[in-house]
């Protein structure tokens, strides 16, 4: 069974522009999750999607947001780059929503300029 | 709100010495723990993981003991080599297993 996958793996950016990141789970998995990994903040929950909702938010600003499609596969968009928002974003997929593994993916590795 | 503290890194050990990597957690409810590894250029890939009390995970020579009494999860191996050199994260899911919380992770350095 395939892995997580996340596309694309390298991205550069200048400060204002956005950026979308995409993800796709496990096959079968539903719950998919974001995390911001920074050598300053360490690994920091984004958000989380279950059957095409937003069910758990982490304490980031608004200009970052996410969507999840009917096939589970989901994407996260970056409004406005900060210098700050330089980080490794990584995507977890999972069966279900409690008591379940989480699966990473390779990470998207986000540069702002 | 749920935490987890590791040990500072970096842990730089011999091939074939004994680690121990130390976690403790604070959570409001009975989280599962897990320990993940991280190498370099990569995302995160699960090691090991544990969902109640004196549970024991293990995987690849690696154990790890749910300590509710000590609120620990330490991550012990009995003879690392050269290729366990990797960053560790130890984390809660404080019964909502898609938001982790995670320690900051200890690097670990294995020499011959």
């Given amino acids: 069974k395939a892995g997580v996958t996340q596309t694309p793996r390298y991205l550069i950016k200048t400060r204002g522009q956005q950026v979308t990141l995409s993800c796709s789970p496990i096959s079968g998995h539903r719950s998919v999750s974001w995390y ?4 300053g903040q360490g690994l920091q929950f984004l958000f989380e999607y279950f059957s095409e909702t937003q069910r758990n938010k982490g304490n980031f600003p608004g200009r970052f947001s996410g969507r999840q499609f009917s096939n589970s596969r989901s994407e996260m968009n970056v409004s406005t780059l900060e210098l700050g928002d330089s980080a490794l974003y990584l995507c977890a997929s999972s069966l279900g929503r409690f008591s379940d593994t989480q699966y990473f993916g390779p990470g998207t590795r986000l540069t702002v300029l | ?3 987890v503290t590791q040990m500072e890194g970096p842990v730089t050990l011999s091939e074939e ?5 130390n976690c403790t957690y604070t959570a409001t409810g009975y989280p599962s723990l897990f320990w993940y590894v991280q190498y370099p250029g990569e995302g995160l890939q699960l090691l090991l993981k544990a969902t ?4 024991k995970g293990s995987n690849k020579g690696f154990e790890a ?7 620990s999860f330490h991550l012990e191996k009995g003879s690392v080599q050269v290729s366990d050199s990797a960053v560790y994260f130890c984390a809660s899911d404080a019964g909502t297993a898609s938001k982790l919380t995670f320690g900051t992770g200890t690097r670990l350095q294995v020499t011959l």
């Fill in chain 2, 1 to 3: 709100g749920d935490s």
């Fill in chain 2, 17 to 21: 010495a004994f680690l121990t990597i």
């Fill in chain 2, 65 to 71: 003991t749910y300590r509710k009494e000590t609120t």
């Fill in chain 1, 36 to 39: 911001q990994q920074t050598p």
């Fill in chain 2, 52 to 55: 109640k009390a004196d549970d």
